[in-house]
T-cell receptor, first 112, second 114 residues
Framework: QKEVEQNSGPLSVPEGAIASLNCTYS??????FFWYRQYSGKSPELIMFIYSNGDKEDGRFTAQLNKASQYVSLLIRDSQPSDSATYLC????????????FGTGTRLKVLA | SAVISQKPSRDICQRGTSLTIQCQVDSQVTMMFWYRQQPGQSLTLIATANQGSEATYESGFVIDKFPISRPNLTFSTLTVSNMSPEDSSIYLC???????????FGAGSRLTVL
């Protein structure tokens, strides 16, 4: 089992719709969770982080965390073509040495 | 957040040679990491660069192939040694600023080995 798993996609949504991106992780002791966006040819940039169970909203983005189910999600409301990118889920692992582990990423396509 | 300067931004190298990538941060950081991103793939952690001591390597990566230095809290280098075409990849320096608990990335170094 991979430490952080995501559906590779592509996930296609029409402009204005809600895009839902999902991620599961294996280390039950993980405390910090992140969503990064990566445009083609660019390095990843942080969108949101979440530490506590529940929802965290920032503009059009909502991160959801369920530690019991070891599940993290990212909702993008009113999706725009400019949101088309690969979204990477990351977990700060405290098992062994401290490090950030990334999922394989979900490619999102927002259709105009 | 920290500003990271990484160089070279890209290079084309011959098989069997070595290349050193530099990472300079504009502020002191606690954690520095080196990642590799192969074409169409996600990020794989190579190692954690430890200030003043040997780097901590992940499974599948060894010091002889990827020697890392970190002489102070703002600078690190990654060398890719005895390169083969399989080393063609983007290499990313990333840092965690003390107290911020988030990871910031440099622009990356795109390496092509012929």
């Amino acid at each position: 089992q991979k430490e952080v798993e995501q559906n590779s996609g592509p996930l296609s949504v029409p402009e204005g719709a809600i895009a839902s991106l999902n991620c599961t992780y294996s280390d039950r002791g993980s405390q910090s969770f992140f969503w990064y966006r990566q445009y083609s040819g660019k390095s990843p940039e942080l969108i949101m982080f979440i530490y506590s169970n529940g929802d965290k909203e920032d503009g059009r983005f909502t991160a959801q965390l369920n530690k019991a189910s070891q599940y993290v999600s990212l909702l993008i409301r009113d999706s725009q073509p400019s949101d088309s990118a690969t979204y990477l889920c990351a977990v700060a692992s405290t098992s062994g040495t401290y490090k950030y582990i990334f999922g394989t990423g979900t490619r999102l396509k927002v259709l105009a | 957040s920290a500003v990271i300067s990484q160089k070279p931004s890209r290079d084309i190298c011959q098989r069997g040679t070595s290349l050193t990538i530099q990472c300079q941060v504009d502020s002191q950081v606690t954690m520095m990491f080196w990642y590799r991103q192969q074409p169409g793939q996600s990020l794989t952690l190579i190692a954690t660069a430890n200030q003043g001591s040997e780097a901590t390597y992940e499974s599948g990566f060894v010091i002889d192939k990827f020697p890392i230095s970190r002489p102070n809290l703002t600078f690190s280098t990654l060398t890719v040694s005895n390169m083969s075409p399989e080393d063609s990849s983007i290499y990313l320096c990333s840092v965690e600023v003390s107290g911020a608990n988030v990871l910031t990335f440099g622009a990356g170094s795109r390496l092509t080995v012929l």
